[in-house]
């Protein structure tokens, strides 16, 4: 039994017995390594090179009423990149057939945008775990506030106050209105 990769839309599918939105399929015609993809994600372990492909989705609403709902869902791949998710074959091919390079430059700027938002957000997460361990470590911990450039350990003093201040810190790096997890999973319920 392979592992499913998980391929979330752009843009929800429509159930075809309920109506509701469905927003990801999943599928083992890849790599089946548990990874979740985007549109402009390189897929790996992909030797499809253009194509489309069939997959199922399942509708969460209809999913408890007599057995999950299959919906026909075609996955596109333009150069081992995936280029969307469509409820028929017709829109899946007009797709695949109008990606060009401005396309694929669109993908890049966007991947590399996130990328460098990580990473800034990263290196400020990671800063302030290092200066609240630093501290929660110090044998004077007044010395180590009062010492040169303590100015940059405001946010610093906000956490210490909090009961749990590596809770405190986790919940001052989230980002606004942020309901997924890192993986791309939907954790607003």
Not at 100 to 105: G, Q
Not at 164 to 176: C, F
């Amino acid at each position: 039994m392979g592992l499913f990769d998980t391929f979330i839309f752009d843009s929800p599918i429509a159930c075809s017995e309920c109506g509701k939105p469905i927003k990801s399929a999943q599928s083992r015609n890849f790599g089946s390594s548990l990874d979740t993809y985007r549109v402009g994600d390189a897929v790996r372990d992909c030797d499809i090179r253009l194509g489309i492909v069939k997959e199922q989705c399942y509708c969460d609403s209809c999913s408890g009423l007599n057995g999950a709902k299959e919906n026909d869902t075609w996955l596109v791949i333009w150069h081992g990149v995936y280029a969307g998710a469509y409820a028929s074959y017709e829109s899946a091919e007009i797709r695949l057939n109008s990606i060009d390079r401005s396309t694929l430059l669109e993908w890049h700027s966007r991947h590399q945008t996130e990328k460098e938002e990580w990473q800034r957000r990263f290196r400020s997460f990671y800063a302030a775990i290092e200066e609240w361990h630093r501290y929660s470590v110090a044998e004077d911990k007044k010395a180590f506030l009062k010492e040169p450039l303590a100015f940059i350990r405001s946010n610093l003093l906000e956490y210490i106050k909090s009961d749990d201040p590596l809770g405190a810190i986790l919940e001052g790096y989230k980002r606004d209105n942020d309901t997924t997890d890192l993986d791309g999973s939907d954790l607003s319920g």
